[in-house]
């Protein structure tokens, strides 16, 4: 009996001992795993949403900071937003988002787009942008109904678009971009504005490309002074004008002023007073712009609004200028997908191909109207 009880105390020491070993271990394991997991080493756990195809990037010093850039996507210019998208993601070190705002019955057509082997991980976001919000804000003739396009006052709701930004970049879909749009995005804006665009007067592309254009790129050419409305704003009828194709939006600003609202009363104010010149030198988004924010923007640097490349067939610019250029956009008659504009082999090199193959159609009656 004491046999057998000597017996039964060693295993007990035996048992707790090999359990002592054992939990020993686990911990040193537990340890060792817990320092594999948080070391910051690339072996250890990636974020979720960490980009397999630029893992060096990410390495070296692919910026956490979100940077948000809003686009505009219609059906029948896809082609040139997407072209857009890909030179700003294949520029960039940052963490680029793209909100792109289109129409509901182009989100599958996008969608299929975005799922290119080029393209799969660019990050984005698609909204569904509701035409009704213009109602009674904009006067669209019958005979030309189908020339509306609803998409182009998308900008006036950024906050709406992107809520929990602080800030936003946004492009229209003719623009490439050569350079790293974080230096775009960090543009100075001054104390009490809410936003940052190019001016026409004082800009390179002015300059170089549109001596003796009269009132083209001044308040005159968007607002008609024969109105007493627009007259009792007292701004100067030869205040330059600024192109809203690219600007940088301070949001916490804009909301603090409520820019969409204000910019929602000049629309219906012209609805029923018409209060655009009737030889509108731009799009009828600009003038409510103009308004709102006459004296009361920052600018960003020309070389980030080259445009005008769009107005005509000729080449406006040196090759050595469009390659310094860090945004090129094509505003005007000719877009780069009708190949009829300049420099539209730079666009070229961005496009994306249509799995679908409908924008090459596009491109195709483009061609065939701009040759007219």
């Known amino acids: 009996s004491s046999y057998f009880s000597v017996n039964i105390s060693i295993l007990i020491v035996a048992v707790v001992i090999f359990l002592l070993v054992i939990h020993h271990n686990f911990l040193s394991l537990s340890d060792f795993l817990r320092r594999e997991l948080s070391d910051p080493s690339p072996l250890g756990l990636q974020p979720i949403d960490f980009i397999p195809a630029a893992p060096q990037r990410l390495m070296d010093d692919r910026n956490d900071q979100e940077i948000s ?5 219609s059906d029948e210019r896809l082609g040139g937003a997407i072209a857009a998208m890909n030179s700003i993601y294949q520029n960039t070190r940052s963490n680029v988002v793209f909100h792109i705002v289109t129409l509901n019955d182009t989100v599958d057509h996008l969608r299929m787009w975005l799922r290119s082997p080029l393209l799969k991980d660019m990050r984005y976001r698609i909204l569904d942008f509701d035409p009704r919000v213009l109602e009674g804000k904009v006067q669209v003739d019958p005979q030309k109904a189908d020339t509306f396009k609803p998409l182009t006052f998308a900008r006036f709701y950024l906050p709406n678009l992107v809520p929990h930004a602080e800030k936003v970049i946004y492009v229209d879909d003719d623009v490439i971009v050569q350079d790293d749009i974080v230096e775009l995005y960090n543009t100075p804006l001054k104390p009490g504005h809410a936003a940052a665009f190019s001016d026409d007067c004082d800009s390179t592309s002015s300059k170089v490309a549109v001596r003796g254009a009269g009132n083209q790129y001044n308040y005159i050419g968007f607002l008609d002074y024969k109105k007493e409305t627009i007259r009792k704003l007292a701004m100067k009828a030869n205040t330059c004008s600024f192109n809203p194709g690219v600007f940088v939006a301070n949001l916490t600003e804009w909301k603090l002023q409520n820019i969409t609202r204000q910019l929602e009363k000049w629309m219906a104010l012209n609805v029923v007073e018409e209060l655009y010149s009737k030889t509108l030198a731009g799009s009828i ?9 006459y004296k009361q923007h920052s600018s960003i640097d020309p070389m980030w609004n080259v445009r005008h490349l769009g107005s005509s067939a000729g080449k406006r610019y040196s090759p050595q200028f469009v390659e310094a250029a860090k945004l090129l956009h094509w505003n005007g008659h000719f877009k780069p997908w009708g190949r009829t504009a300049s420099y539209a082999e730079v666009w070229e090199k961005w496009y994306v191909p249509d799995p679908t193959g409908k924008f090459n ?7 065939a109207y701009e040759a007219k």
């Open 69 to 73: 850039v809003v686009i505009a996507a």
């Open 361 to 367: 159609l596009i491109r195709r009656h483009l061609e």
């Open 285 to 293: 988004t600009t003038p409510p712009l103009l308004i709102v924010f």
